[in-house]
């Protein structure tokens, strides 16, 4: 009998197998009390890495991070609904970015919540704004197979957020086997029709463009849209914050929509069709007193392609192929930069300068916002890349995004452009870079402001700010020291404020490996 | 027609005149777009004094301490779904703590809601579970009355958290005249049948006890107590985490309860009757396997004198005067403190230190968990200061909670008494004290550990924890460096693991004012 107990897995034991087994190999966790079983498990069962993040918005952020490089979800632990509540801001980009996570959140045992003790919440209410599928373990009997449906889940196309919570008595009572992995509803093929449609169109003659999202924006689909764009001078659009998208040399330039209604409005009034890729219609970002919401032409026709969860990316070869589009082929070099006469440093010359820089296969994770929005095209010249947004503007996800990223693909070297107010809101995913010695160079634009909040009190009307209201875009009073920061959590960092300068150390930064942060004073 | 428009105010102008009209001088705030004419109103319109908060965790978090200390709501300023989210663990704590307070939670423009831009979520499902009282305006004309609405809700007693969400378009557009403040419902008086069945349990002989929790806890219901406990030898007890309790010399000791299940079940078993003044019956924090929820014994009897709604403190009065109960006058003395002859800092020396040099009428927040929780005695032979706690269990709310009730009593010396884990969460309180040149002395226990949790993993049963999971306890790799982290953000700070030097740097920076942040290396 005691032998026979203590063969039995507890619940958690069960979870952390189950997870494992439908191809988690990674959680981002905060864990409090009621984790600790699922703690114990992690120590018990392979396959899992755990790595311990000081806040939860931490966590999440880096599930989203890894999820785009990896193409797979990674799971986060996160303590109650409190500790859920602190990682919503960054699950909610997450889910705009149609990023797979599968959440598991821990709660009191089912029998203690009647007693309303302090740490009591609706935990399920705190998940379901941010989650495309909530559910909460009856039963230790239960638990592996709620593992293997919450990661399916989260796989389901085009990837989703999955939030499992675990009483602890489901955790530490004795549970069953393990579950093996549940069939996955991966992308559907979009329908012949869909391609014809956007044939005729692309051949009527009307003036006929493509908004681009998803995995259209690499490998494959990024080459045929280039292929068509060739062949048909449709020109090739992406989301204002697209989630991942592959930039630099060789590869087919896609052009951005601006952030601004009225600039969408400009770049987009020629149009008289428009083709989808994953994408939905243009809107703007937010509502101005009047200013449109809606961004392309009245008279526009919409089609589309492929939704989210269909194949994009193979639509877009069908589509190449239906039009006859020869294969092109992108000449580019890297980017000369000359040292300016003007040593000061600015953000455009930050930008040019990582655009000259930045090694081959890198990643870029960029929340710049006022500092790299109008330096994106830069980047164009760089080596081949990838680049990530913050989706959700839910701001200071990036520092998260880029720590999970270089979880994701310890070889690449990962680049965060972050501003000095946005990067307040989650920092402490610097110390987590350390722990892991994650190759991340983050870059802070510094220029001691909410820059882009200025910015937008203009744009609503208010032409007259006065002192308390220009107090609240302030950040001078007093300096915030990214250097200081940065090394009280472990992080080699400098400042610097010119151009010479910044390139040196970026030049130097880029042969080592491991965090850094530079601190540039524009 | 021109002139009319430009007397007309702005819905935010008119939400702006109301709060204050209502009562409301404080906002802290973390502002994005959609409130850009709430900023712009704070400008125009004077009564309201905006704090910058670099995130929301801060601003709820303040407004928890700013309450607790004026006896008044602060209202906070969040941007939308996300801000509001990286709130909410704080509003966990408030709400836990029957606190007053009123947010302000900008939205999308109505009309902008249906185009599902980035920043889109469902606000108010993301309000709700941490609200007493959850409304959107509808029109800028409605504006008015609903923030008077807002703050009588907040200020229904014992205290509520009121969160008011508005549109921006509700902001932008012409409103109405301002609304003047509603009436409150107070306190209500306790019937003279629960002071009769109260006087009789004390008298019954039978052993009787009494567990304080709100305004009891201070002033003259505390003296009150105090009279009751002479007179009838009654025990007086505390939650474990009371909001606010008046202590230190000359004051009346009220005992804790414990934190762990077991101790308080210790604490409890002689106990006949409970008499409750505002308080729940003790439960335990969380359930563990084999020990019990249910702190009290089955056969104590349960009174309530008061109801947390109702007039704890008067009811007290009344209790002692039924019983005719004498004044009870406590003599004590500050403790002198020698050095000991071992020079290594530990958690008890800290506070003894602390107790030792405390100025009169001082603030002590504290977090120190397993570093305080032990010593938390120490603390009763300090000078009379009011000692305020983490309600909810939502780990590191206290640098904002003293951040705020240093802004509700600037004339008061606040000390936050915070572990090195918990510190972390939101560490950016530290930046709003350097820029308001509040008068808080941090001291952060550094254990470099989640302390807590490796006693947690034994207590759930965990006897054989391995290296992974120890590791995510551990905050060892790499060290966090608490000096930079406070020099980072604008506050002074130094490095201490020696007794005498901590002595002597507590002793001067009690003499100075402004942020300090003092790192206990124990």
């Given at each position: 009998m005691a032998h026979e107990k203590s063969r039995c897995p507890t619940g958690a034991e069960t979870l952390v197998s189950s997870l494992a087994a439908s191809g988690i190999d990674v959680c981002f966790a905060n864990p409090g009390t009621s984790e600790m079983h699922f703690v114990a498990a992690l120590d018990k069962i392979n396959g899992i890495r755990p790595i311990l993040c000081l806040f939860e918005g931490v966590a999440t952020g880096a599930a989203d991070g890894y999820a785009r490089i990896a193409g797979k979800p990674a799971s986060t632990l996160l303590h109650l609904g409190p500790g859920l509540a602190n990682g919503l801001a960054n699950l909610h980009n997450a889910k705009r970015a149609s990023v797979p996570v599968v959440n598991i959140v821990g709660n009191h045992a089912s029998y203690h919540l009647?007693?309303?003790?302090?740490?009591?919440?609706?935990v399920a209410a705190f998940a379901?704004?941010?989650?495309?599928w909530v559910h909460t373990s009856q039963s230790a009997r239960t638990v592996p197979a709620d593992a293997a449906r919450a990661v399916q889940a989260a796989r389901a196309a085009p990837g989703q957020i999955a939030t499992l919570i675990l009483p602890a008595d489901t955790a530490w009572m004795p549970g069953e086997r393990a579950s093996g992995p549940l069939p996955v509803s991966g992308v559907t093929d979009v329908s012949a029709a869909a391609i014809d449609q956007c044939v005729a169109a692309l051949r009527s003659g009307r003036k006929t463009d493509i908004l681009l999202r998803g995995p259209?924006?690499?490998g494959a689909g990024l080459r045929a849209a280039g292929r068509i764009a060739a062949q048909t001078q449709a020109r090739l659009f992406c989301d204002t914050f697209a989630p991942r998208i592959e930039r630099g040399i060789g590869r087919i330039p896609v052009e951005r929509l601006q952030y601004r209604a009225d600039e969408v409005v400009q770049q987009l009034c020629a149009f008289e069709t428009l083709i989808l890729v994953g994408a939905q219609p243009p809107v703007a970002f937010f509502g101005y007193p009047g200013?449109?919401?809606?961004?392309?032409?009245?008279?526009c026709m919409i089609l589309t392609?492929?939704?989210?969860?269909?194949a994009g990316s193979e639509a877009v070869e069908m589509l190449a192929n239906a039009l006859g589009a020869p294969e092109v082929r992108l000449i580019g070099s890297q980017s000369n930069f000359t040292l300016p006469a003007d040593d000061l440093l600015t953000a455009e010359a930050v930008v040019q300068i990582v655009a000259c820089l930045l090694p081959d296969n890198s990643i870029v994770a960029d929340e710049g916002l006022t500092s790299t929005f109008p330096n994106y095209d830069l980047l164009a010249t760089a080596a081949p890349h990838d680049h990530l947004n913050l989706t959700g503007g839910s701001i200071g996800g990036i520092l998260p995004l880029g720590t999970g990223a270089a979880v994701a693909a310890p070889e690449r070297k990962v680049v965060c452009l972050e501003g000095d107010g946005s990067g307040m809101y989650t920092l402490q995913a610097l110390w987590t870079q350390a722990r892991e010695k994650l190759d991340v160079i983050t870059i802070i634009f510094a220029n001691r402001s909410y820059s882009v909040l200025n910015q937008e009190l203009e744009r609503v009307g208010v032409a007259t700010a006065g002192l308390r209201a220009r107090s609240l875009f302030d950040?001078?009073?007093?300096?915030?020291n990214w250097v200081n920061l940065a090394q009280g959590l472990g992080v080699e960092a400098v400042s610097v404020n010119n151009v010479k300068e910044f390139y040196d150390v970026l030049s130097s930064v880029f042969l080592k490996r491991g965090p850094f942060l530079i601190e540039a004073v524009i």
């Open positions: 009647q007693f309303d003790a302090p740490l009591t919440s609706d379901r704004p941010v989650s495309d259209a924006l690499t200013k449109p919401s809606w961004l392309t032409p009245e008279t392609l492929s939704h989210p969860h269909e950040l001078r009073n007093p300096e915030i």
